[in-house]
């Protein structure tokens, strides 16, 4: 039986609004205890140095880069600290820390995916073994490397005894859900969430994102529009499957020339649609749908995925999670398992061949 550890996990997200810091003790299956978490913003200067990295896919894949990936990994790090200083905590309580990294371009397709961190300079700087590299077994074996929170999703759906089935929808930059049904866990990226709705308001320099879904609720919503990116190849095709944050970034701009309310108010409803989808990709109906990520804050993306879904559609909090710290959480989790050598991902959840260990670990 593999022992219970205390990990941290850090996350910045495919929208880079900040580092999620969070920690969990767990043995690697059961969550036995959650503890605290905050988010730390990136300094501005390398968030708008990453955004536009992420517009320069050859760079972001043969690029050199190492001075961008030190000062990422330096502002995790110094989260870390800013995390244990406000929480009164030490290096020494916890036994790792699993870090995910940034990811700027993901590409399985071509079994390419890259998460700017140094793992070995992080384990130097807190003094903690440290697991990164989380994606990088599974997209090598040909799997989607992505979502790799259905198995923590499938541990809290598990300790919180809630009525299966269940639908986990993430609402990131990209979308993803894990359908949870016994021992079926079932996860793939469903489309676009806040990443298209964060690029047009900074497009039009309305501020990073549309707070409460207050702009897209002001808006008329062009449903042929909507069609029209619903036709994308990407819905038709079977899970698991994954996507880049840019993937429909060409295709969204069909929205230029709309107002601001508009716009909004069409990639709101596509991601609403979007999200519809999934259901013909899963064996039955999700009896309630629990949303996690920044999306769950979006008032008029909620009522929408309400209105199309037909059935509860809540905030994570409504069951007790943490729906800011949930990836960082998990990340947490996954560090013990690859330290055990459990798998991190399956056949159902990322295509891969065969359930698969993974990440790689850096020693103090």
Known sequence: MTSVLTALGIISGTSMDGIDVAYISTDGVQVIS???????????ALRRELLTLLTDTDRAEHGPIADLERSVTVAHVEAVHQFLAAHKLSIGQFDLAGFHGQTVLHR????????????????QRLGIN?????????VTAGGQGAPL?????????RAAALTEPVMVLNLGGVGNVTYIDGDTVIAFDTGPASA?????????????????????AQGVVATDVVARLMQDPYFSMQAPKSLDRNYFHVLAQAVDGMSLADGAATLTAFTVQATVSALRLVPNVPRRWIVAGGGRLNLTL????????????EPVEVVGWDGDQLEAECFAFLAVRSLAGLPLSLPTTTGVPRPMAGGLLFRA
């Not at 298209?196 to 897209?216: E, F, T």
């Open 34 to 44: 959650r503890g605290r978490g905050a988010t730390y913003p990136y300094p501005d």
């Open 149 to 157: 929170v259905p198995l923590y999703h499938q541990a809290l759906v």
């Open 196 to 216: 298209l709705i964060d690029d047009w308001m900074r497009q039009h320099n309305a501020g990073a994102y549309d707070d409460a879904g207050h702009v897209a």
């Open 130 to 138: 440290v697991v990164s590299s989380f994606r990088v077994a599974d």
């Open 108 to 123: 399985p397709e071509r079994q390419f995916t890259r998460q700017l961190f140094d793992g070995a300079l992080a384990a």
């Open 302 to 313: 909620m009522s929408g995925l309400a209105a199309a879904l037909g059935g509860p559609v």
